[in-house]
């Protein structure tokens, strides 16, 4: 449960959540199915955008810094890609309003969502939640690569993303990256 929001005080709290499926994981001969998923559940936490164009600087700078840290580990980046970053604006959207609880509820929909444009092996998604802090996305970012299971999904065997940010009335951030290997 989050306390109660208090004027002279910034909570510094951070929610972050995680989920991936795959058909093709290299791993031996294990395959895992599409519609498989780990979860690894959020923990609670608090974030301030106003316009279209600032929610979307601030999908690109989450772009930047995860990039810049897959370069840190000699990865490659990851390319940004309009149809994937739709369906995770959607999805922050909707959780900023209240439609969804914070989760991954119906990322196999935005998946399935993408595939008349996309062929892929598997996906995987990062939800973060924020409210109060001057660098929302700094703050998200760096909650997600202290988290095993989201830094499995950032540095994880993927050519495309996707990132979506919306701000709620209360001035919560709500975040969502999908993360694609294409066939």
Do not use: C
């Not at 909570?11 to 058909?23: E, H, K, M």
């Not at 609880?101 to 969502?113: L, M, P, T, V, Y």
């Not at 996906?123 to 499995?152: C, F, L, T």
Request: proline share 4%; aromatic share 8%.
């Amino acid at each position: 449960m989050l306390p109660n929001f208090l004027p002279s005080k910034i909570f510094l709290s951070l929610a972050l959540t995680t989920i991936s499926i795959g058909t093709n994981q290299s791993k031996a001969s294990e395959q895992i199915p599409r519609k498989a998923s780990e979860q690894i559940p959020p923990t609670t936490g608090i974030v301030v955008a106003q316009s279209d164009r600032e929610l979307t600087d601030l999908a690109r700078q989450v772009h930047q810094q995860i990039n810049e840290y897959r370069n840190s580990l000699n990865l490659t980046p990851l390319t940004l890609n309009a149809q994937i970053s739709e369906q995770a604006k959607n999805h922050s959207e909707n959780m900023a309003q209240r439609v969804v609880k914070f989760s991954h509820q119906g990322f196999d929909n935005r998946i399935e969502a993408l595939e008349d444009e996309l062929s892929y092996r598997s996906a995987a998604e990062n939800v973060a939640q924020n409210m109060g802090y001057g660098d929302p996305v700094s703050k998200a970012v760096a909650g997600w690569i202290k988290s095993e299971g989201h830094r499995q999904n950032i540095v994880g065997d993927y050519n495309l993303t996707g990132i979506g940010v919306a701000k709620n009335q209360q001035g919560e951030y709500y975040f969502t990256q999908i993360f694609i290997l294409e066939n």
